[in-house]
């Protein structure tokens, strides 16, 4: 819509003759206004000096966003009176409403469904009467009845926002039921504005997404002969989300005119003479009742028993559809409420659904916690890990409990920082190094503010005393959950080069702090380290880059690479090649090099190292998905993968969905690609001579080993162990288990956003937004000894 001022905008081939005139005319056309500074009375205000009978209709209707012929709504209709009770010229009033005769009529969601009278609480109200100071088009204060319930006090500040308006020119702020606003006034004709709100206070805490509240006047002489205000809110996602409409519809009514009252000689004896009960109070809308019991309570066990199957999703081929996100969305919120005895008795009744201790763990509160660790006997020596790892990968990722927003404060997480410190407790207390770890590595995931500086010191205590790389490395991967580690120290660690180096870049790279010059280079020296092992090089080079994606410095190592001869330094050119063509900022490279490293020998160099991205073909509502694959490789032996898939939005911004990362040297290395990824990781080690690629001056072999280490929205979890020991290796490949589908990864994720916007037609429209997604991946490895042969499936 057209401002005021986009229409006196002059064409600029008008001359000035032409545009003096358009100016006049604009000015002429806004005569009505208080000398565009609000010094004279506006006609319109006017109309309220005199009484009048108007016809009130308020109407309500709401629909999901993607059914919009399944509306259901109210519709109030009454008699309004208008009275003056005190006038001092046209620009300040003490204003007496009389509401007569509402009622109430409710329409289905049926698409032929009409408006049918319904018994209510009006009623019983029956016929009320209420009190507006107005001046200068502003609603300073109203008096209503405090006894009167809050549903009908809003709508009666409601009504009587509708008599706010200043005629101002240009924009300016009011504060009605919608809350405070920007205000524009726009005159159409002699007879007819608009009043346009706009950017209103609480929109966006509250989930609105798009909002329009427009009202038109209409004036007959010196009255008021028309009034239609509307407005139309869209909560939460433009496709999954709710459509609020409402409006208000005032038609004078000429055979039903209030009887004038004599005028007060001054406010002073106008208000004194108002009724003995009424109070003075603003014209926002009284705040709502608590209405956290209005939710309707059903049977915990019941409920339970209805999911049973999504909640049973631990075999192969089960879990990650859309079952399991349903049961998540009905079973969380009640879960969230159910006291500690409740949680219990339903994880005595129904312990054996493992979907039922995630959602427990992803519950987040000190109740679950108390609840687990009383029925799974997490403080004891003999402590079942299984379901105890189940419950706390689950609790890793309660990092965003419902939230309430009321008014503009985020009432939030209280409860959770508690249950975060308990489980910070657990890790200090359990027996088993096992379930210690996972307890640690949950309660950094889950941390926020005030509880994420405990952990955060437990970690690095931890880390101090630590003596081998075993010990350091889930600290570090605590560190890398909490995402706020000191660069330094873990630049400190990824430095050593052993076996907790990566964990150390894992943590560095989800660190949200910004790397300086010196732990640049810090980073780029461990990278160009021929004694490190290939698979650190190259996480440290692909963290270097993503950090600090500049040409000149991926030039300067590329020449460091080049002139390093033998495998890895074929390997890392490969890696450095592929970010090339993968950052942006790195496409022009080429251009920057001398000759013989734009030469076939150093674009093109040995090995089957690799960085790829490529589309599925994935498209929803304008989003879409892109795989990222990285690899690294030696002698053929696939030393780290990592494959990440990410969904872009319709702004080409990328949203972390899912990374799967294999890594077959050891259990204790994390690359996490992306700050906020999950991902599957497959760890080996000793396999060398199964693979040909054993060193014959390397001393003793290590033994054989795999496991999986996961990650979910970022949070890292404890490995899983697969096999350990030559002989458990060769019965898998006898026995051909190991190419049998095996669940590595059930997760579920979930997201609230509740709150509350006033509605224009006088009441709290509540919304509680839920999504949520269900993971499942299955894994089969398939091994050939006599074609030298690996591939892992994912």
Known sequence: MDSAENKWRPHRAMGAGVWCAVAWCALAGLAALPGLAGLQPARPWGALGAAAAFRLETTLQLNDAARASKEIGYKLRARLLLRPRWARDTSEYLLEFQLLSPKLYLRGK??????????????????????????????????????????VANYQKAVLSLFQFQMLSGEHNETDVSG????????????????????????????VVSARRLARYSLSGQR??????????????????????????????????????????????????????????????????????????????????????????DAAGAGGGAEGARAALQLLPALRRAPRAALQALLRAHGELPGLLRLLGLAGTRAAVAAAAAELQLGARDAPL????????????????????????????????????????????ARPQELAAAALLAA????????????????????????DAACRAPRLLALANLRAAPPDVLLQHAERADAAAPAALAALRAADAALAGPQLERLERLALRRDVELDVRAAALELLLRRMPARPLAAHVLRELYAERGAAGHELRRVLWGLVAELPALRGLPKLLHPE????????????SS??????????????????????????????????????????????????????????????????????????????????????????AEEPAAGLALSVGGARLPDVQLFRGQAELLGHVWAATASTPTPVLRALRARWR?????????LWARARLGAAGALALDAHATLSLWINVGNDNT
């Open 224 to 313: 008021l002969q028309a009034l239609h205000a509307e407005e139309l809110l869209a909560v939460g996602h433009a496709q999954l989300g709710l459509k609020l409409r409402s409006w208000h519809s005032l038609q004078a009514d000429d055979g039903g005119l209030a009887a004038a009252v004599p005028a007060a000689p001054d406010l002073a004896a106008a208000l004194a003479q108002l009724p003995a009960g009424l109070r003075p109070e603003p014209l926002s809308l009284r705040p709502p009742h608590d209405d956290a019991d209005e939710d309707e309570v059903e049977d915990l066990g019941a409920l339970v028993q209805r999911w049973a199957g999504a909640l049973a999703d």
């Open 444 to 467: 950094a995931a889950a941390a926020r503010r005030p509880a994420a500086p405990a952990v955060r010191d437990a970690a690095l205590r931890g880390l101090a005393r630590c003596q």
């Open 611 to 700: 960085v790829l991205a490529r589309e599925p073909g994935w498209a929803c509502g304008g989003w879409r998905a892109e795989l990222q694959a990285l690899q690294v490789a030696a002698a053929g032996l696939l030393r780290r993968g990592a494959v990440r898939l990410q969904a872009l939005d319709p702004a080409n911004r990328t949203h972390d969905v899912l990374s799967v990362s294999v890594s077959p040297r050891t259990r204790n290395v994390s690359h996490i690609v992306g700050r906020r990824s999950s991902q599957v990781e497959v760890w080996t080690r000793g396999l060398e001579a199964f693979g040909g690629g054993a060193d014959a001056d390397a001393g003793a």
């Open 386 to 429: 299984e379901p105890a790892r189940v419950f706390l990968a689950a609790f890793a990722g309660a990092d965003d409990p419902e939230v309430v927003v009321w008014r503009t404060v985020s009432i939030a997480r209280l409860a959770q920082d508690g249950a975060v410190l308990d489980v910070l407790r657990l890790a200090d207390e």
């Open 180 to 207: 405070s606003c920007d205000v524009l006034y726009e005159t159409i004709s002699a007879d007819v504005f608009r009043k346009i709100k706009r950017r209103c206070v609480g929109d966006e805490e509250a989930g």
């Open 597 to 608: 490293l734009r030469g076939w020998d150093a674009a093109a160099p040995a090995g089957s």
């Open 754 to 762: 509740a709150g509350r916007v006033a509605l224009q037609a006088g």
């Open 110 to 151: 049926h698409v032929n469904a009409d408006f049918m009278p319904y018994d209510s609480e009006w009623d019983s109200v029956g016929d009320t009467t209420f009190y507006a100071h107005w001046s200068h088009g502003l609603i300073k204060e109203v008096y209503l009845n405090p006894e009167e319930s809050t549903d």
